[in-house]
Structures are given as C-alpha cells and as structure tokens.
C-alpha cells in the first residue's frame, strides 16, 4: 500500500491541496486539488452582454486585466466587424504588458526566492508592481479592476501628458529591472544565448539561478515537454512545441474541456493530450535564445521555467517602448460598433501571466445564454491519470524526499483562484 | 499591532489592492502580520486552523458560504475563534461586506454582516467592533488608513453600515473632472473622450455611491469616472446590479436620483440648469478658447 501525505499549498492566488502517494521516499503520483468555485459562468449567465467587462476582471486579483481584455475581444467577435483602431488596439497592449510584469516581479520575490531560502526584499516585488499599477491606471482609470476596454476601443483619452508620465514610469522601471533582477543592457539581455553569461552578472536572477545549480535542482521538475500558446498577435506568437518540434498553426476546435469529481478546476487538452502553458511554453514557441539554451541542457526543469518567467521582463519592457512610440494620438479612442447582435457567439485569447487564456461567450436573445473561461491553471494543474498526468503532475512524480517539491509546483505559477469558476 | 488575514471565497484583488498602497514600505512598520493571504507572516496557514495567539484585528475578505471548508476546518470556525479574540474585525471589501459579485452564484451566499441591504443575525456579537469597507476592491488607502487610525486609538465616525466616514461619506461623484457636464445636465456623453457625464445614458452610480475614488485616486492618479467609464457602485450592498452600462429611465427621467435629492427638486433643478447652454461644454476641451 502506497503512503500518502496531503498538503496544503498556500501564498499562492488561495490556497490548493497536493495529495502525494510515495513509494519508499519517491512521489510516484500527485493529485491537485481546489476546493471552492466562485461560479463566475453561471453568473453571467442570464446577464447582459456588457456586464461580462465588470464582473470577469473579479475572476481573478492579479490576472483581472488579462480576464478583461479576454472579455472584450470575446465580445467583439460577435460583432461582424468592429472599428477598432490602432491606438485603441495598442494601449490595450500596453495595460496586458504591464499586468504581466507586476505578476513576473510578484512571483519571483514572493514566492521564488523564500523557496529557494534567498533573502527576498518585499520591496523588489512592491515598488516595480506598484509602478505597473500606476502605469495601467493613467490608461485605464484605476487598477486592479477596471473596465475600461469596451467594444469598440476603451473608454478613455489619452492626452501627452498621460503619455509623459507613462514613459517617466517606464524609465524607471527598466531602471529597477537592473537594479534587481540582472544587471545588464535591456536588448542585449534579449540576445543574449548562454546561460554563463547571465550567470556572470549581478543580480538577484543569476543569484536565484547560481543557487539551484549549487543546490543540484537545475534538472528537477522536468514535465511533459509539450507546449500550447493560444495567444499569437502581439509579443508573441501563437503555436505548440513538442520539446523543439515547432507548430504553428493551432486550432481551438481541438481543446476540450472536462469536469473532474472533487475538483473545482477542469481539466483541458488540446487533441486528447495535455500541455504546458506560461511563459516557458511561450519562449519556446519564440525560440528565445537563452531559454533554448536552457532547455538544451535541463530540458523543460524548473531552472527553465524560472528563467523563462523573468527573460519575459526585458521583453515586455521593449514591446512597451515600442508600443509608445508608435502610438499616434490622433486617432479615434472609440468608435461605436453600432448595437450589439442579439444571438451570436465570439472568443476572446490572451497571453495572461501564467498562460493562454481563453474566454467564449454565446448570446441569444441579447443575453449571455453561455460563458466559458479556460485559465492557464486548467492546462499545467490539470489532474490526469497515473500513465497521463498533467504537466505540474509530472513535474512531481518522481521527486525524491530532498528533491524541493513545493518550488517545482508553485514554480508554475500556481493560481487557485482562476480555477473557481 | 498584530493583524491576521482570513479570506473566504476571494478573487484575492483586496490583497493585491493593499500592496499598491504607495506608503506601503513605511505603513507595514507599524503591523505585524500574523497572517496574510500573501505576503511573509508569522504563522502558516496550517497553524491559523490550529489557533494562534494574539489577533488584534482579524481581517475578513471574500463572500461567505454555508459549510465552506478552507483546508481542514470550516471557515465560519476561524471566523469566530478569531473574531472573539480580536479586538477589531474589517470586512474588507464588498464581498465579505454585503456579498458582493460571488453571492450570486449560488444561494446562501453572504457578507459577514449583510446579505445585500439585508442585515443578517448571526454575527450580531461582534457587530460592534466591526467596520466596514466595501469597494471591489477596498481602496487600498481606506484599509491601510482605517488600521492606522486604529493603531493610533484615534475615534473612527461609522455611519449606519458601519463604514468609517472619513472614506465614505463621499460619493464618487465627487472630485469626477465631468462633474460640471452633470452640473449643467448636458446629457450627451461619448466613449473615448475627455468630455461628458455617464450618468444619464451609460449607468454612471458615481452621484449616489459611497466611496472616495475620486477623492483619493486610485494608484495615486486616476479614476474610473475620469478616465469615461461609468462608476458601477461598487461599494453598495446592491452591487452588482443588471444591465450595469446603461442608464434606468422612466419617463426619460433617470430612475435612480443623485443621493439625498428629491425627484421633483431634481426635475426644476435640471430645467434651469439645461436652460444655460453653456457652449464651451459642446466643444471639446481641447478646442476650448
């Protein structure tokens, strides 16, 4: 008879329960479990179609905007055609960028360095975040949970000196991106292809990343090697890897959704079988330099996954220059798309933090009849079986008693929150 | 001052709400978190259901639901061991305050204290030491500010709900940069500009909701109202309510009057105010001589 040990996950989005089953002192299986649903579908069943931009960005605290912009797009597409124009278009961007770089700056100073035993100033993680917030708030009015992506554009005009303070913010952002994570130039760190040349550098990164090495984790936590990115258009590109074997054309008739027993979360795949989402799974199918390099050597472990998350950074911060300086402010916030269609069905994707995030709404009779949110955490903390595990079950079995479980699974990002739907 | 952190069915958003606080640094040298949802704290969350010692205010987050089990031990068990012991208990946010969006989903869903505009018995014991500070979420200078007030022993005014004045006797309406096309009952208001008031098409609740967002902006910067999105009363025992983007009429009149004015003082009021047309408010502002 196996033993088995319950464990409660926490300082996640909520909190999850880990049932490990052993043989001797290896993790031979796990089952992920969340235990409450909030019942955001059902709410908005019966509701107006606009009413999904309140009451989504509540799905989730930190991912409240990527649930927004899933929300808009969603609603858009049952539009047949909605003006949209490229400013409206770019700031959206802008705002999803942002609420990434709050989570990845979150993450690895909340929840990465105290499971590594490094000292993690809670600062490093606030003051970046907080200038995140402050730089969604200057386009969207507040953050988190706002609403201001509608059909048609967003809600509010952006005047050059909100765009002067955005870029004053931004300057300082890249600055504290030096400062703590790595100490080094922004677009070389984007090039940059060998793991010794960031860990020669100053910082908090290669200090969390020379730290696994010592500790002999650099290897641990590998999982299936499939990767899935819904999301393509902006930073990045839509496709699925099988280890380095590139696809780019995905296609979301194939993703299918189940109910688990005693689970709030439903497990999800793509033609029957399961995948990795995040920021990993993205800088595969990106081919990013360094990630490449890494998953060369350990393969999709949790050093990868790590660097992955934090390579994302510099990149985002790139995008958001790039975005600023394209943005012609004459052009329209808003055009009316005219009123909304009284039945029809529309999908919204977007590359939230942790992953793919998909939303499909059905309206009839100018109500939702049907809403469907799949999350990131539904693809890497789905629960398989023992021959077909999911990713962060993979990720586990395996792991001997020394072996650092809890870093392997949160090292996906764990979110329960998302998952109560 | 020793605080613990218990949240029930939450988005997490008071959480992260609270760590935008921009005095954050300096604010938490005061506190001591005995648990947090989040941040680094004393306890494990295995010990809170275990009992710990020293709760000075116990902070709720999140709806309430019948029989809901956070790990090992029914939350309505830690919600009463902890509110015995502590000395203040903030329902932080509208969901643990009157329910919020999460009671919708299922029935028995409640606040602490509320169920919507309903106030419920069961916690009536420690009715008088809670406070109240609904927001989806809480305005992170309205929960950092309360516990230093309370740190400080300073007297916090509460109004009928509980809620300390100093944050919400306000209405959002005050401090919105459109408040003068409210004034002046200019009705036309358009998505994607500077210009115009949501109160009268697109369901703006900012003249009769409770709430400083306009006051203390958000991030330290901005507003929902002044950045053209309709305030959705998200302080209010009501919220949410249906069809949140558009405006209930009767008559052509609003249905819902700003907060304290009567309809008929509204109507003559509204018929002077139209009768300025004011031209500046037809032009937009940046083409305004």
């Known amino acids: ?421 | 001052m020793r605080l613990l952190w218990l949240s029930a069915l939450s988005c997490n958003g008071n959480v992260h709400s609270l760590l935008n606080y921009p005095q954050y640094e300096q604010w938490q040298k005061g506190f001591e978190w005995l648990y947090h949802p989040l941040l680094p704290s004393l306890h494990t969350f295995e010990e809170v259901e275990d009992g710990v010692k020293g709760c000075d205010v116990l902070i709720v987050d999140g709806t309430l639901e019948q029989n809901l089990l956070k790990h090992r031990r029914p939350f309505s068990e830690l919600l009463e061991r902890y509110a015995t012991e502590a000395k203040h208990i903030l329902t932080v946010g509208t969901c643990a305050t009157f329910g919020g969006i999460f009671a919708k989903g299922e029935a028995g869903r409640t606040g602490v204290h509320f169920c919507g505009e309903a106030r419920r018995g069961e916690y009536e014991w420690f009715w008088q030491k809670s406070i109240s500070l609904p927001g989806c979420p809480v305005q992170p200078e309205a929960l950092a500010g309360t516990l230093s007030l309370l740190a400080a022993g300073e007297p916090i005014p509460l109004d009928e709900l509980r809620r300390p004045k100093y944050y919400y006797a306000y209405t959002v309406h005050d401090g919105c940069t459109r408040n003068e096309y409210f004034e002046y009952k200019i009705d036309e208001h358009r998505f994607g500009t500077l210009e115009g008031c949501m109160f009268y098409e697109h369901g703006c609740q900012g003249t009769y909701t409770h709430g400083s967002c306009n006051k203390i902006l958000w991030n330290g910067l901005n507003s929902k109202t002044r950045n053209g999105q309709p305030c959705m009363g998200c302080t209010e025992p009501d919220f949410p309510k249906e069809g949140l983007w558009s405006t209930p009429k009767h008559m052509g009149i609003p249905v819902r009057m700003p907060l304290g004015v009567p309809r008929r003082a509204y109507l003559t009021l509204a018929g002077i105010a139209k009768a300025f047309r004011i031209e500046r408010f037809y032009k937009p502002l940046m083409e305004e001589e």
């Open chain 1, 1 to 421: 008879m196996a033993r088995t040990r319950l464990e409660l996950i926490e300082k996640i989005e909520g909190e999850a329960e880990v049932l490990y089953e052993y043989e001797g002192e290896r993790i031979s299986f796990a089952q992920i479990r969340f235990l409450n649903s909030r019942h955001i579908e059902k709410i908005l069943q019966g509701r107006e179609p606009l009413d999904a931009l309140v009451i989504n960005p509540r799905v989730c605290g930190i991912c409240g905007h990527a649930h927004l912009i899933a929300t808009v797009r969603a609603l858009e597409d049952c539009f047949e055609r909605v003006p949209l124009s490229q400013k409206a278009e770019a700031v959206r961007e802008m705002t999803l960028s942002l609420e990434l770089i709050q989570n990845h700056f979150k993450w690895f100073y909340l929840t990465v360095l105290p499971l590594l035993g490094l000292e993690a100033p809670i600062q490093r993680a606030l003051e970046p975040s907080r200038l995140a917030g402050e730089m969604i708030a200057l386009m969207a009015g507040q953050y988190p949970h706002n609403s201001y992506a509608i059909p048609g554009g967003i809600t509010g005009e952006i005047t050059p000196v909100d765009l002067l303070e955005f870029r004053a913010r931004l300057e300082r952002l890249k600055l504290l991106f030096r400062q703590s994570l790595i100490d080094v130039d922004l677009e070389a760190f984007v090039r940059c292809e060998r793991i010794e040349e960031m860990l020669s550098k100053e910082g908090d990164l290669p200090r969390a990343m020379r730290h696994i090495l010592k500790r002999g984790w650099e290897r641990v936590g590998q999982s299936l090697d499939h990767f899935i990115v819904f999301g393509g258009g902006g930073l990045f590109t839509e496709g699925k890897s099988i280890g380095t074997r590139l696809q780019e054309s995905i296609n979301l008739r194939y993703l299918k959704e189940e109910a688990l027993e005693g689970n709030a979360a439903k497990r999800v795949s793509y033609r029957g079988r399961y995948y990795e989402t995040g920021p990993l799974a993205r800088a595969m199918v990106l081919k990013t330099p360094l990630i490449r390099e890494a998953h060369r050597r350990y393969k999709d472990s949790l050093f990868s996954r790590i660097l992955a998350r934090i390579c994302e950074v510099p990149r985002l911060l790139r995008y958001l220059e790039t975005l600023c300086d394209g943005l012609d402010l004459s052009e329209a916030s808003y055009t009316d798309p005219g009123p909304f269609p009284a039945s029809a069905q529309g999908t919204g994707i977007v590359e939230a933090a942790r992953g793919s995030l998909i939303h499909r709404v059905t309206i009839e009779e100018g109500r939702i009849s049907r809403y469907q949110i799949v999350t990131p955490t539904q693809w890497n903390l789905g629960n398989g079986t023992r021959e077909n595990p999911c990713p962060a079950q993979k990720a586990l079995m395996g792991l001997q008693r020394n072996d650092p479980a809890e870093l392997v699974f949160k090292a996906f990002d764990v979110c329960s929150v998302c998952t109560t739907k």
